[in-house]
């Protein structure tokens, strides 16, 4: 039997049509696009090419596309950029108890650093934020409110387009982390969310490390996090990572408008892995049944913690996750599941599984001849 890669929330592989298209941006045309002769020229040509594109997936205008090295520098370009450019209007800022870290930490940042106030709202069992909850916490001097689309840790699935409503009736910038839906979710344009800024990331949907894009709704200009030149309209200083752009794009023209993560394919899959999971003994799914990503699939272990439970799996050539992978290795217990109201042991012993387009049925039974196994002998760790 052959590995299993269960663990496509934190990564996807690079798709080989997609690896074609940046090739020759890897050889033949390798100009800095910010050169004025014919070389830096020709690069351009193709930097601004690959903004129309994107505008047209997005159905957006090209200067509402910011190019950024992945969903984390879209975040913190997103946060910090609105907070420095509004702070005269007011410091108060509202996420939920359940973002990326890319999210929370940015707020904390400015909370200790730079004189702003985080509200927190707090989630339902299931993970999901209450539109009443928000509209709660807004006040006068609330400059921006940060909800994901869908959690990378548990699938939920955010009522985002009724969030952003009640931050535009308000007239309060509303941002999403968009990282976990492309690829993954119904998507018509970008307006869908009724955000202002929404954060994507190439690598969740078979496009390249290191690309991804913030969308800025036209005439924001939140202030830049990186200086040094005037790139991507004065909005992220550096030089484009041409390739990375143009792999970024041709996966998101190829896997967005249908979502390469099939959810005809997927759910019957993760159904019945859930309901598998269900009936293991003091073993308890904290993603929900409903209203979340049809390829995602988390529970939490009794008497067992996330290093264990993953180390066993991937002796057995099982490939899972604790949750974020920007967290790997680390001991800290799930916010995410903390966020849930269990126990903090229990938050401790999260285990995700992220199904994509190569799972199969197989697969799903390979693993499920395993898992009691690997969590009999990770209790015993204990």
């Not at 400059?143 to 939920?156: C, F, K, Q, R, Y």
């Not at 967005?256 to 899959?269: G, M, N």
């Amino acid at each position: 039997m052959g590995t299993v890669y269960f663990d496509y929330n934190a990564t996807t592989p690079l798709d080989p049509a997609v690896r074609d298209a940046m090739l020759p941006l890897l050889a033949e045309n390798w100009g800095n696009p910010s050169s004025v002769h014919q070389i830096g020229r020709k690069a351009r040509a193709v930097l601004d090419e690959a903004r129309d594109r994107t505008a047209t997936v997005l159905q957006c205008k090209p200067s509402e596309v910011v190019f950024t090295s992945g969903g984390t520098e879209s975040v913190n370009l997103a946060i910090f950029g609105v907070a420095r450019m509004l702070k005269a209007k007011g410091r108060h800022i509202v996420t939920s108890a359940v973002e990326h870290h890319a999210v929370l930490h940015a707020c904390d940042y400015l909370a200790k650093h730079e004189g702003f106030e985080v509200t927190q709202l707090p989630v339902d069992k299931e993970g999901r934020v209450a539109a009443s909850s928000l509209a709660a916490a807004i006040r006068p001097d609330t400059i921006l409110v940060s909800i994901m689309a869908a959690n990378n840790e548990i699938g939920t699935i955010q009522p985002v387009a009724e969030l952003g409503k009640i931050c535009g009736e308000r007239g309060v910038l509303f941002h999403t982390d968009a990282v976990q839906w492309f690829g993954k979710q119904p998507f018509q344009n970008i307006d869908q969310f009724h955000a202002d800024l929404v954060s994507i990331c190439g690598h969740k949907f078979h496009g390249p490390k290191g690309s991804g894009m913030l969308f800025i709704r036209s005439p924001l200009l939140p202030h830049p996090v990186s200086f040094g030149g005037g790139h991507e309209n004065e909005r992220r200083a550096g030089t484009e990572n041409l390739a990375g752009i143009v792999g970024f794009v041709e996966a998101l023209e190829r896997f967005v408008r249908t979502p390469v993560f099939c959810q005809e394919k997927l759910s019957p899959l993760t159904e019945r892995l859930a309901n598998f999971i269900s009936e293991i003994e003091r073993v308890q799914l904290v993603s929900p049944p409903v209203e979340r990503l049809a390829n995602t699939v988390a529970f939490v272990v009794d008497g067992a913690d996330s290093i264990a439970l993953l180390a066993g799996l991937d002796l057995e050539g099982i490939c899972a996750s604790s949750g974020s992978a920007c967290s790997a290795g680390s001991l800290e217990p799930s916010h995410v599941v903390r966020a849930l109201g269990l126990h903090h042991n229990l938050a401790n012993s999260l285990v995700r599984f992220s199904l994509g387009r190569q799972s199969s049925l197989e697969q799903v039974m390979q693993l499920e001849g395993v898992l009691p196994q690997v969590i009999k002998r990770a209790r015993g760790c204990q």
